[in-house]
């Protein structure tokens, strides 16, 4: 019998269970072949520029979010999204895909009001834990490091 | 007439003319494309913003009515209208280029039922004898007012609804035509603890098993007495759980239940559940439904569109979604 008390526990059958190996294993596919196209990158400015591996490190990040930003623009990259989850999203692509996405969306609304208040109001919140958690992980190495 | 508690009987002859309805280009790939008056074949529908796109589907929808009534503006005496935009932004500009006094409404997705039993009340009555009901919903306004932008990659749960994109609307009038408003039940808030967003099934269930039975105890009917009951946007996991709570109260509604929300979209195209928003009831009961009963398939439909009363804000506060289901009795003149 489902009532109003049991109600969330008794309708889950007939929510369905996310089919979580298939999206582990597309995610995993997905993330692992932007990390690879990453590599590529950075063995083509190595070889190609002559950068150190240290120095190809941010021409290669540059580049993945080049095309990423071009992809969100011609309509490519929230299928991928849609289709490889986390595979997609946790890339340094998916956060170019979650400010490109949020300007284009506000650009009806002019360049002020529009698309610069709302770039990041998907990516804020990793701006914000990531700049957070490096403080924190910072002081602790800083702390270890002056007590041992 | 009111007729038992909380539903009325329209006794002086209310009548439904001019349905028409308006579509984007991804309905217009599903099963009911050929039931539509007019399907856009880009989702801007030739605008510049989505929120304009939306007025034009919802302008096209009232222009259709009009024509296919031969009715001039200055002889509506209502425009009632209702989306699912803050401030009902896109009947309201609607509303702006028409020279009709208008009432603004909103239930969230159960507006197109909304619409119909307040315009019919009022024909009843005697206040109008013309009445424009409409609404409108679009995928893009839809989810960047409540999810995320579109071109933002996330992997949407099985649960979740794909907004249609579409706009229906129909002239509520005292002279006789082909389809009758009988009466109406209207729904109360009702809210069983769903907090998630992306699984509106299982919200408004019992929202719609409220309003259905209600419905059967105030008009003394049984599910057979209708052709179809019809659901506005329960999906593949509303419509079971809908099964089961009116099965529990006594009637048992398989034979006779469809919902519009697995009705517009075909299992190919990506919808998750299904669709939902002002529009799934709307261009499945003014175009397919509507149809039918004019060519004499069906007799008699009680359409329960069924609405999530939430926004984003008060979610994001750990508030569960209350919801609401407004029940309409349509049925065939017979010649």
């Known amino acids: ?148 | 007439m009111k007729q038992g508690k909380n539903s009325w009987k329209f006794t002086n002859g209310v009548y439904i003319d001019g349905n028409a309805t308006v579509t984007g280009p991804k309905e217009a790939k599903g099963p009911l494309a050929d039931t539509f008056d007019y399907s856009f074949d880009d989702l801007y529908c030739n605008e510049k913003t989505w929120e304009k796109a939306e007025q034009a589907l919802l302008k096209k929808s009232i222009g259709l009515t009009l024509s296919k009534t031969n009715t001039r503006q200055d002889a509506v005496d209502l425009f009632i209208s209702g989306d699912l935009l803050n401030q009902t932004i896109s009947s309201s500009y609607v509303a702006r280029d028409m020279d009709i006094p208008f009432f603004g409404v909103f239930g969230a997705c159960s507006t197109s039922m909304e619409t119909v039993a307040i315009s019919s009340s009022f024909v009843d009555a005697g206040h109008c004898s013309k009445v424009v009901a409409g609404t409108s919903s679009h995928y893009s306004t839809a989810e960047r007012q409540f999810r995320y932008p579109t071109e933002y990659g996330i992997q949407k749960p099985n649960t979740a609804h794909c907004t249609v994109t579409g706009a229906g609307s129909v002239l509520v009038q005292k002279e006789k035509a082909a389809i009758q408003v009988e009466g109406a039940t209207i729904g109360k808030v009702i809210d069983y603890g769903v907090t998630d967003p992306l699984d509106m099934g299982s919200a408004m269930a019992p929202a719609a098993a409220n309003t259905i039975v209600q419905h059967f105890k105030d008009f003394g009917r049984q599910p057979d007495d209708y052709d179809i009951i019809l659901t506005g946007d329960l999906a593949s996991v509303g419509t079971p759980i809908l099964k089961k709570l009116t099965e529990q109260s006594g009637y048992d509604i398989e034979d006779v239940h469809q919902d519009c929300g697995l009705m517009i979209y075909h299992d190919s195209q990506k919808v998750n559940a299904g669709g939902s928003g002002c529009a799934s009831s709307a261009v499945v009961t003014y175009g397919y439904i509507m149809q039918q009963m004019m060519d004499h398939k069906l007799d008699k439909v009680l359409v329960v569109a069924t609405g999530a009363l939430l926004s984003p804000t008060i979610v994001q506060q750990k508030e569960s979604i209350p919801c609401i289901a407004h029940g309409v009795v349509i049925k065939r003149v017979k010649d």
Do not use: W
């Open chain 1, 1 to 148: 019998m489902i009532t109003k008390d049991n109600y969330k526990e008794s309708v889950k059958p007939y929510q369905g269970k996310p089919p979580l190996l298939k999206n582990c294993l597309k995610a995993f596919i997905v993330g692992g072949l932007i990390c690879v196209i990453g590599q590529g990158l950075t063995y083509f400015y190595m070889y190609v520029f002559d950068f150190t591996e240290k120095q190809a490190g941010n021409p290669t990040v540059t580049t993945l979010i080049l095309i990423s930003a071009l992809l969100t623009g011609f309509g490519v990259y929230d299928r991928l999204g849609s289709f490889a989850g986390a595979g997609a999203a946790v890339p340094v692509t998916g956060f170019a895909n979650s400010i490109t996405s949020a300007a284009l969306e506000h650009k009806s609304e002019g360049i002020l009001f529009g698309i610069s208040t709302n770039m990041f109001k998907l990516a804020g919140s990793v701006i914000v834990f990531g700049t957070v958690s490096a403080y924190v992980v910072g002081l602790i190495r800083y702390t270890i490091q002056q007590l041992l």
